[in-house]
């Protein structure tokens, strides 16, 4: 049954990860996304999961790999430098096609960093941070709430084009407490069977084999078209994105996660002050919406766009491929943990603009 709570996002998404169908969660420690393996720890075991605390990330993202394999529902989560261990594993899981769930709440780097929120781990997300050609579905959501519906329907996501869903939120997403509708409990036994899954069925010539090893070039370049067709199919049908006051907008602020929130609340702003502003923000961060920001760049009434992030510049130049110099792009961004406020998009984009005038 759904019900309302109070909860804070790490254990929202876990909470939201079980009701999804998650009986398998394997990681190792790191801040901020500490609370997310505690509440596995003692949550799982309610419904007949089971939670490893691995030796290291890489064990721990070698253990999804084998749940997956398997046919399990399985998940790990960690944070920038963790994700960033788990790398080879994640390209071993896209190669050999096996679904599961990875969050990512983003700390701030390069290095050890620190623990306050960025946005740095665009690039490795969304571009594919381990070896080879592969692609995940990437998440960004903006609240609590929606890390909750997104992570409900990971899974079933995840087993549909038979590759990893990343989460990619941050500290603040993770550590914040909003009230949250928590939905129904899916049960395992309704989830349909997986015919690939090496659970014992199958022998001789219907054996059932799990690998990401091509040796013959022809082969892999089999492998390779089979995979982009699916990335094709994705591309196709699960692109999400808010438009938020976009129908007039002369300058569209936009953004993705929690800087989104804050991107909006820059907006009203802006408006209030006699600036025709709009927020474009893609939910999906891989495939990314480029037809929707692509149609803003033709749309005759907005004269500029501001990209702004908590990293050097990573989204601004997806922003920037898909605008293709048809209308300006500026950038604002905060680094090193640093985030900015609804008044320092203001700042900036009123500057901008009387710049650009003078």
Known sequence: MAERKLMKGNEAIAEAAVRGGCRFYAGYPITPQNEIPEYMSWRLPQVGGHFIQAESEIAAINMVYGSAGAGGRAMTSSSSPGVSLKQEGISYICGAELPCVIINMVRSGPGLGGIQPAQGDYFQAVKGGGHGDYKMLVYGPCSVQECVNL?????????????????????????????????????????????????????????????????????????????????DDMCANETMFESYLTEDAEVVVTAYGTVARIAKSAVDLLRAGGVKAGLFRPITLYPFPKDALSALADQASVKEFVAVELSMGQYVEDVRLVVEGRKPVSFFKRTGGNVMSPEDIVDFVCNDLARKEA
């Open 151 to 231: 992570v409900y329907d990971a899974f079933d996501k995840a087993e549909k084009y038979r590759l990893p869903v990343m989460i990619l939120g941050d500290g603040m997403l993770g550590q914040i407490m909003e009230a949250v509708t928590l939905p129904e409990m899916k049960d395992p036994a309704t989830f349909p069977k997986k015919p690939w899954a090496t659970t014992g069925e199958g022998f001789g010539a219907s054996r059932r084999i799990v690998n990401s090893l091509y040796i013959v070039p022809d082969e892999l370049e089999e492998m390779n078209l089979k995979l982009q067709k699916v990335y």
